[in-house]
């Protein structure tokens, strides 16, 4: 068990509208992540961060932000949600253990419907 | 940029039978490869990895080798049972963003009793 818990599971909001996701870890790792799943596409990244106040971009950042005030929350953050950005988002940990080959351990996922 | 393709699924087999998943892969520098599985319902966990070519990751009778020669990491298994239904990504790291997994589209795989 790593530690990941994601809030809310699941969500539906309207166009337009704010929506916040949490992770939260309990082992105080360094680097934390958010991808999206959706159809044909696997996971993409949204953005990730390698520790408190220090965040970066990945593939897929507009219209999504991302904050990391404690080193056990990571809130990826819509300001203004979409019907395209209805999917399933995962949040992610890299433990120190993996060596920085890349091996990451996942949440259970925050399903978003975006009416 | 990097990049995962992966055989386009569904695919169905019934028990026992031998599974193979293909997976080629576009990188930058030398990557490190890896097979996730996600279970209906959960998050994605490591099934296997490899660091370096020729290296064949291995973990529940699943197998894969780091084909260097061809850009390749096919997951195979030799007999298949029903709880192995489940998403399975292939993905990388490159040495230019060794902590940024690229993923492939994932391949569904249903084992049939």
């Known amino acids: 068990d790593a530690g990941i818990t994601q809030s809310p599971r699941h969500k539906v909001t309207e166009t337009g509208t704010p929506v916040t996701l949490r992770c939260h870890q309990t082992e105080n790792h360094r680097y934390m992540y958010w991808y999206r799943q959706d159809p044909g596409h696997g996971l993409r990244l949204i953005h990730y961060?390698?520790?408190?106040?220090?965040?970066d971009k990945g593939e897929v950042s507009d219209g999504y932000s991302v904050s990391r005030s404690k080193t056990e929350d990571f809130l990826l953050t819509l300001e203004s949600a979409t019907s395209s950005q209805t999917s399933v988002y995962f949040c992610?940990?890299?433990?120190?253990?993996?060596?920085?080959?890349?091996?990451?351990?996942f949440g259970e996922g925050s399903r978003l419907t975006v009416l | 940029g990097n990049s995962v393709t992966q055989m386009e699924g569904p695919v169905t087999l019934s028990e026992e039978a031998f599974l193979t998943i293909n997976c080629t892969y576009t990188a930058t520098g030398y990557p490190s490869l890896f097979w996730y599985v996600q279970y209906p319902g959960e998050g994605l966990q490591l099934l296997l990895k490899a660091t370096k070519a020729d290296d064949k990751g291995s973990n529940k009778g699943f197998e894969a080798t780091y084909r260097k020669e061809t850009t390749s990491f096919h997951l195979e298994k030799g007999s298949v049972q029903v709880s192995d239904s489940a998403v399975y990504f292939c993905a990388l790291t490159s040495s230019g963003s060794a902590r940024q997994l690229t993923f492939g589209s994932g391949t569904q795989l249903t084992v049939l009793p």
């Open positions: 992610a940990i890299s433990p120190p253990s993996s060596g920085g080959t890349g091996e990451l351990f």
């Open positions: 961060s390698y520790g408190v106040k220090d965040t």
